[in-house]
């Protein structure tokens, strides 16, 4: 698949609804989930009761899996926690409606990926631990290195925390790394922020503090152990109920409000070279939807940084793979369809299987260079306002388990970068999750 080129600050961005099949969860708001391998998992939040349930989701073959959530090691219902991915493993924090039941708990769960299970992450430890964080909501984890750090949150009775902890990965063990008597150092009492990990330093932007809604932005050293305010000459505003990640160079920020009924739909970019931020403008006819409380992650070698749980030195973003059959090559232009002719036509990759495909594009796999003419095939199937792929397929059709059998290295390396929004208020009554694919383009 051919590399697009780097993005600059101002690039426009397309969006486009992943339709979903009823095999899906249902619509949500306050759960959690994070991107490995391919793969999306979502856990638990609330619709108009907080949910116990768990989900796999392939953007390859555009199928979602309900994961087991029972048994003696697996989360109960759970809202405004946190989930990452490391070395095969997903760890979740948080989130627990509190009772007297779970105050001696540490609200921390572990899924074991290659098992598909639940597991007691006491397995990887040999000593009682004595520190640990309590239950809370609304706080940020992020991966730096072989450790969690949690930021923050809202604990119960207590209202808003500072509280910064880390666990390590490798024996398991909990450390706090400043609390409520360290004064005005780093952020302070902090929930429903954001937060993203890039080299080796944690950024961390807007939330509540009580009651009060934030702007400003954070970054913590871990050589140093040092928190830093940024500050800039423009940026996002007021915003709790947002979500972040990491992309290339950058942080991807999407979303939130100034309140719980305020949600917007602006895209922002902070660029950690330039120490900027700029608001990423959309194409015509490509607006995203207000979010609050939803959930973003990122799919493609570009979303992935040294931190995470794909080392760097193994070279999955150097590595050429010419011959291997790669499953992704996808061109979309925007409409209307005049478009398809211009030479300044937008390039990006997608999985969406959209009811604007035409069939004769779509079938025809053993070409893979297929015409205008074949794209727009019968022109009854054609929406003048809709976006038109065309799909580059290969002779071979992948499935779940070509997927299974191919090296993880092969998949991650060639899978289209793009920022999925998953789910949020408002939310669609009755319906499957809302799944909205942003993808950026060259201006």
Known sequence: ?????????????????????????????????????????ILGGRYSSCLRDFWKYSVVCNEWTELSCTGEAAPEELEEHSMVAHKGFLYVFGGMLDSAYTKGRCALWVFDIAKQKWVHCQGKTSF???????????????????????????VDMKGSSQ???????????????????????????????????????????GGLKGLREQKDFWKWNSASHMWSCIRTMSSPSRLMGHSAVAYKDSMLLFGGGESQNSPKNCLWRYSFTTQSWGQVATLPGSSPPDKIHHCCTGLGPSYKSNTSSLSSSSGLQTRILNDKLRPFKNKCFPAPLTFLGSEGAIELETFSLDKCYSSKALTKSSELDSSKEDLMGNDSQWNGNCLAFENKAFSKQWTEEDLLNEEDGDIVQHLPDMLLVLGGRPCTSHSPMSIWQMTLTDS
């Open 1 to 41: 698949m051919r590399r697009m080129p780097a993005m600059s600050q101002s690039s426009p961005c397309l969006w486009n609804q992943l339709p979903q099949s009823s095999q899906s969860p249902c619509d949500r708001y306050k759960h959690a989930c994070c991107s490995y391998h391919g793969n999306v998992y």
């Open 128 to 154: 009682l631990q004595t520190q640990m964080p309590t239950n809370r909501k609304g706080h940020s984890a992020v991966v730096v290195g072989s450790a969690m750090l949690v930021y923050g949150g809202f």
């Open 163 to 205: 509280d910064f902890w880390s666990l390590d990965f490798d024996t398991m063990a909990w450390s706090l790394l400043n609390d409520s008597q360290q004064g005005s150092l780093g952020p302070g009492p902090r929930h429903s922020h954001s937060a993203v990990a890039y080299q080796d330093c944690m950024y961390l932007f």
